[in-house]
């Protein structure tokens, strides 16, 4: 026989309206003084908002189960950039442009989690003493994380045969927590394109890395399905780096061929690890508001 469901989490109604709505609005602003700069402002707003993902739990309770049921809430990010773009003729067989880019996007996550607390015996609230019952409460999760990030690129065209790119991003990542981190992102790259008639074939090449802070922090925070939970404060984000080359093959119009071979490597990967909490110990008192009075499972 199949085992029994655990159920769905505790305070999700399970029969109510599961929805998502999701927006974007921007605009875009250009000026062009002259044929050899042009420059470009950028604003947008988008973000989404999510409703009562209810999860029937099944027979093997699982965190990706947890966590979805501690989505409910929105997340709103801001997006601004300022580029210029100056395109240098060297001669009538040679130029280069060269790109300049600052940018910042702020996110603001909300989550609504319930929280499963353990009833009081009469004598109050802090006689330690429990009766074995459970309720449900909403508990709001509010965080906030940022990115800025300076680029400075060239792009060099030789004979409309040849083209070369180098570039370096500085990106400045505020965690969700509060950590700061400032990297330098490099990337370069090569092209090679010959053509004959209707056939034409590139050979490319290029370097480059990038970095992802941690992500989701308030899904942690909501993973146990308690108020508070483990959450490291200080992770570095993880950083991915290698090469690429690959051939591009265009017969006429219609007709493309690729191939690409990538060689990466990607160091300090970040995930959810669950540990194992001690029971509450009246000599050091409670780690949390609704503590528990046996060992249980929490997240890191």
Known sequence: PMSPSFGPSPGVDTTATQSVREYTVGGTLTYVPNERWMNTVV????????ANPAVE????????????????????????????VAHVPWNSHASTDFTF???????????????????????????????????????RLVGWRGNTGLVAQSSTSLRDRLF??????????????????????????????GDRGDVSLKLRAAYGKGIRPVQGAIR??????????????????????????GVDLF?????????????????????????SMPARS??????????????YLSYQ
Do not use: C, K, W
Not at 43 to 50: C, S, T
Not at 117 to 127: R, V, W, Y
């Open 57 to 84: 739990n099944g027979p093997i309770p699982s965190a990706t189960d947890s966590a979805l049921a501690a989505a409910r809430g929105g997340s709103d990010r801001v997006t601004a950039r300022v580029s210029s």
């Open 101 to 139: 880019s600052a940018e910042h996007s702020a996110t603001r996550e909300q989550s609504s989690i319930s929280v499963a607390t353990l009833g009081q015996q009469p004598g109050g609230p802090g006689d330690g003493q429990v009766d074995g019952t459970t309720a449900a409460r909403e508990a």
């Open 164 to 193: 070369l790119t180098a570039g370096l991003r500085l990106e400045r990542s505020a965690a969700l927590l509060g950590s700061t981190r400032l990297t330098s992102l490099p990337m370069v790259g090569a092209a090679v394109v």
């Open 43 to 50: 604003l947008g707003v988008d973000g989404y908002r999510l």
């Open 251 to 275: 017969v006429g119009r219609n007709l493309g061929f690729h191939v690409t071979r990538f060689d990466q490597h990607a160091t300090g990967l970040i995930q959810s690890v669950a540990v």
């Open 220 to 245: 942690e925070l909501g993973m146990s399905g308690r108020h508070t939970s483990l959450v490291a404060y200080d992770l570095t984000p993880e950083e991915q780096a290698g090469v690429e080359a």
């Open 282 to 295: 009246s000599s050091h008192g409670a780690r949390f508001e609704n503590d528990m009075p046996e060992s």
